[in-house]
C-alpha cells in the first residue's frame, strides 16, 4: 500500500540518521551495527515492520504514559531498537549524562516509535492514515523551521488531531525538541513519496516544478484536507482556487506551445508513458482525467481542436485495452 510505504520511508530516514549519530561514538555500538547493517535499504519496510513487532502493547502503553520519561519505562529500555542494541545498552554506551544529549535522544526515539504506531494503526483506513501522516509530518517539520515557537502554536496545530495521546505524545516531543541542537535532524514533508517519480527529468515533471512554485499555497487554508484527496472533489469546479490553478496551469501549457518552448506531440508521448505507472500504483483514473484535460487544454490553442482531443481520446482508449 502506498500510504505504508510513504510511513515506511520517513521512519527509514530517521532510523539512519540516528545510526550514524551513534556509530563512531562507540566500538562495541559501531561493531554490531556494522555486522547487521552491511547496506541500509531506504526503500525497504524491514526495519518498521521488526520495530513494529516489537511494540507490544506494554511498550506502547509506555510510549503514551505522559506520567514518565520515555526512559524511564523498563519495557523501552529492553527493547532492541537495532539488532543486538537495546535502549538501554545505547543510553549507558552513546548517551551523555547531560540533558541536551539525553532529549535528543529522545526525540530520534519518540519519533521512531511515533511512526511505527501510526503505522500499525488497523482502525483507519488508507485515507484517513495518510491524513494523519502529514498532518504529523507537518507538526513535526514545523518544529523543525520554528513556524512553531510556543505552547500556543503547538494547540493550533494539533486542532485537527482529536487523539488525546497523540496529543499529548506531540507536546513531549515538542519539549524535547527545544532542547535539541538545531541541526540534529530535519523532517521535511518532500519524504513522502508521492508515488510519481516517474515525473523526473520529463518535460511534464519540468512545467509542474515550474508552475508548482508560483502557486500561492496559503489559498488552500480553508480547504477540507479530505476534499483535497479526493478526486472527485478536486476535478469537480466546485472549489474556486483549484479551478484558478486548473486554468493557470492551461494558460501556461498553451504559452508554452505556441512559443515553440513545448512540443505537443513530446507532452502527449510523455503522458502516454506514464499511463502504465500510475495503473500500477492506482492511479489510472486520476491519469485519465489529466490527459482529457491536457486534450482541451491543447485543442483550444489548436485550430484543429477536436482533431487534437480525437487523436488522444483513441491513443488513450488503445492505452487502457494494451494495459488490460
Given at each position: 500500500?502506498?500510504?505504508?510505504?510513504?510511513?515506511?520511508?520517513?521512519?527509514?530516514?530517521?532510523?539512519?540518521?540516528?545510526?550514524?549519530?551513534?556509530?563512531?561514538?562507540?566500538?562495541?555500538?559501531?561493531?554490531?551495527?556494522?555486522?547487521?547493517?552491511?547496506?541500509?535499504?531506504?526503500?525497504?519496510?524491514?526495519?518498521?515492520?521488526?520495530?513494529?513487532?516489537?511494540?507490544?502493547?506494554?511498550i506502547t502503553k509506555a510510549l503514551f504514559d505522559n506520567t514518565q520519561d520515555i526512559v524511564d519505562h523498563?519495557?523501552?529500555?529492553?527493547?532492541?531498537?537495532?539488532?543486538?542494541?537495546?535502549?538501554?545498552?545505547?543510553?549507558?554506551?552513546?548517551?551523555?549524562?547531560?540533558?541536551?544529549?539525553?532529549?535528543?535522544?529522545?526525540?530520534?526515539?519518540?519519533?521512531?516509535?511515533?511512526?511505527?504506531?501510526?503505522?500499525?494503526?488497523?482502525?483507519?483506513?488508507?485515507?484517513?492514515?495518510?491524513?494523519?501522516?502529514?498532518?504529523?509530518?507537518?507538526?513535526?517539520?514545523?518544529?523543525?523551521?520554528?513556524?512553531?515557537?510556543?505552547?500556543?502554536?503547538?494547540?493550533?496545530?494539533?486542532?485537527?488531531?482529536?487523539?488525546?495521546?497523540?496529543?499529548?505524545?506531540?507536546?513531549?516531543?515538542?519539549?524535547?525538541?527545544?532542547?535539541?541542537?538545531?541541526?540534529?535532524?530535519?523532517?521535511?514533508?518532500?519524504?513522502?513519496?508521492?508515488?510519481?517519480?516517474?515525473?523526473?527529468?520529463?518535460?511534464?515533471?519540468?512545467?509542474?516544478?515550474?508552475?508548482?512554485?508560483?502557486?500561492?499555497?496559503?489559498?488552500?487554508?480553508?480547504?477540507?484536507?479530505?476534499?483535497?484527496?479526493?478526486?472527485?472533489?478536486?476535478?469537480?469546479?466546485?472549489?474556486?482556487?483549484?479551478?484558478?490553478?486548473?486554468?493557470?496551469?492551461?494558460?501556461?501549457?498553451?504559452?508554452?506551445?505556441?512559443?515553440?518552448?513545448?512540443?505537443?506531440?513530446?507532452?502527449?508521448?510523455?503522458?502516454?508513458?506514464?499511463?502504465?505507472?500510475?495503473?500500477?500504483?492506482?492511479?489510472?483514473?486520476?491519469?485519465?482525467?489529466?490527459?482529457?484535460?491536457?486534450?482541451?487544454?491543447?485543442?483550444?490553442?489548436?485550430?484543429?481542436?477536436?482533431?487534437?482531443?480525437?487523436?488522444?481520446?483513441?491513443?488513450?482508449?488503445?492505452?487502457?485495452?494494451?494495459?488490460?
Open positions: 500500500m502506498q500510504v505504508s510505504s510513504n510511513i515506511s520511508c520517513i521512519f527509514n530516514k530517521i532510523y539512519l540518521n540516528l545510526m550514524k549519530e551513534i556509530k563512531d561514538k562507540d566500538v562495541d555500538v559501531k561493531s554490531k551495527l556494522k555486522s547487521n547493517y552491511k547496506v541500509f535499504d531506504k526503500k525497504s519496510d524491514e526495519y518498521i515492520t521488526r520495530m513494529s513487532m516489537l511494540m507490544d502493547d506494554k523498563i519495557e523501552i529500555l529492553n527493547m532492541e531498537l537495532y539488532k543486538e542494541l537495546t535502549v538501554d545498552m545505547i543510553m549507558k554506551k552513546v548517551v551523555n549524562t547531560d540533558e541536551k544529549s539525553r532529549s535528543s535522544f529522545k526525540y530520534y526515539l519518540y519519533i521512531l516509535m511515533l511512526f511505527c504506531y501510526i503505522y500499525k494503526i488497523d482502525e483507519l483506513d488508507d485515507e484517513k492514515k495518510y491524513i494523519l501522516m502529514c498532518k504529523t509530518v507537518d507538526i513535526l517539520s514545523s518544529m523543525d523551521t520554528k513556524k512553531i515557537d510556543n505552547e500556543e502554536d503547538l494547540e493550533k496545530h494539533l486542532e485537527d488531531i482529536l487523539d488525546d495521546d497523540l496529543r499529548s505524545l506531540l507536546k513531549r516531543v515538542y519539549n524535547d525538541r527545544k532542547m535539541v541542537n538545531e541541526s540534529v535532524m530535519k523532517i521535511d514533508i518532500s519524504d513522502i513519496d508521492s508515488g510519481l517519480e516517474f515525473l523526473n527529468n520529463t518535460k511534464i515533471g519540468e512545467l509542474a516544478k515550474e508552475i508548482s512554485s508560483s502557486i500561492d499555497m496559503s489559498k488552500f487554508s480553508g480547504v477540507n484536507p479530505e476534499e483535497m484527496l479526493d478526486m472527485n472533489q478536486l476535478m469537480s469546479g466546485s472549489n474556486n482556487v483549484l479551478g484558478e490553478i486548473i486554468q493557470t496551469v492551461g494558460s501556461k501549457i498553451t504559452q508554452k506551445i505556441q512559443t515553440g518552448e513545448l512540443n505537443q506531440d513530446v507532452l502527449m508521448s510523455e503522458a502516454l508513458g506514464m499511463m502504465g505507472s500510475l495503473n500500477s500504483s492506482g492511479h489510472g483514473d486520476m491519469m485519465t482525467q489529466m490527459m482529457g484535460m491536457m486534450g482541451n487544454m491543447m485543442g483550444n490553442m489548436d485550430s484543429s481542436g477536436n482533431k487534437t482531443k480525437e487523436r488522444l481520446q483513441r491513443k488513450l482508449a488503445n492505452k487502457k485495452d494494451t494495459n488490460k
